[in-house]
Protein backbone atom coordinates (compact mmCIF):
# COMPACT_ATOMS: atom_id res chain seq x y z
CA UNK A 1 0.00 0.00 0.00
CA UNK A 2 1.32 3.52 -1.32
CA UNK A 3 0.10 6.12 0.67
CA UNK A 4 -1.61 8.11 -1.95
CA UNK A 5 -1.02 12.19 -1.83
CA UNK A 6 -4.35 14.10 -1.37
CA UNK A 7 -4.07 17.63 -2.42
CA UNK A 8 -6.69 19.58 -1.21
CA UNK A 9 -7.08 23.93 -2.69
CA UNK A 10 -5.45 26.09 0.04
CA UNK A 11 -9.06 28.06 0.89
CA UNK A 12 -7.00 31.22 0.59
CA UNK A 13 -4.40 31.38 -1.96
CA UNK A 14 -5.99 28.34 -4.06
CA UNK A 15 -2.84 27.09 -4.50
CA UNK A 16 -2.62 22.88 -4.50
CA UNK A 17 -1.40 21.56 -1.20
CA UNK A 18 -0.44 18.36 0.27
CA UNK A 19 -3.57 17.25 2.76
CA UNK A 20 -1.29 15.05 5.66
CA UNK A 21 -0.56 14.79 9.17
CA UNK A 22 3.06 16.26 7.96
CA UNK A 23 0.78 19.79 7.22
CA UNK A 24 0.19 21.07 10.28
CA UNK A 25 -1.89 24.07 8.72
CA UNK A 26 -4.21 22.21 6.75
CA UNK A 27 -6.17 22.36 4.43
CA UNK A 28 -4.30 25.52 4.08
CA UNK A 29 -1.12 25.32 2.72
CA UNK A 30 1.06 27.47 4.76
CA UNK A 31 0.87 28.72 7.78
CA UNK A 32 0.56 32.54 6.62
CA UNK A 33 -2.52 31.16 5.04
CA UNK A 34 -3.96 30.27 7.94
CA UNK A 35 -2.75 33.09 9.71
CA UNK A 36 -4.68 35.32 6.59
CA UNK A 37 -7.48 33.53 7.35
CA UNK A 38 -7.85 33.08 11.03
CA UNK A 39 -7.09 36.98 11.22
CA UNK A 40 -10.15 37.50 8.87
CA UNK A 41 -12.10 35.38 10.61
CA UNK A 42 -11.17 37.32 13.89
CA UNK A 43 -11.50 40.65 12.70
CA UNK A 44 -15.32 39.95 11.53
CA UNK A 45 -15.89 38.02 14.58
CA UNK A 46 -14.55 40.85 17.36
CA UNK A 47 -15.18 43.84 15.42
CA UNK A 48 -15.33 46.40 17.84
CA UNK A 49 -16.21 49.77 17.34
CA UNK A 50 -13.98 52.32 18.25
CA UNK A 51 -15.51 53.79 21.20
CA UNK A 52 -14.14 56.72 22.71
CA UNK A 53 -12.73 55.95 26.63
CA UNK A 54 -15.21 58.47 28.35
CA UNK A 55 -16.00 56.51 31.62
CA UNK A 56 -12.51 55.14 31.57
CA UNK A 57 -10.74 58.25 33.65
CA UNK A 58 -13.68 58.62 36.11
CA UNK A 59 -13.00 55.70 38.60
CA UNK A 60 -9.20 56.63 38.89
CA UNK A 61 -9.63 60.19 40.29
CA UNK A 62 -7.63 60.50 43.62
CA UNK A 63 -9.84 62.43 46.19
CA UNK A 64 -8.11 64.44 48.78
ZN1 LIG B 1 -2.37 29.05 0.61
Known amino acids: MSPR ?3 VRCPQ ?3 QS ?8 RPF ?3 RCKQIDL ?3 ASEQY ?8 TAEESN ?3 S
Open 39 to 41: GAW
Open 5 to 7: RRL
Open 29 to 31: CSA
Open 18 to 25: EWSEANPY
Open 61 to 63: TSA
Open 13 to 15: CGR
Open 47 to 54: RVPSSPRD
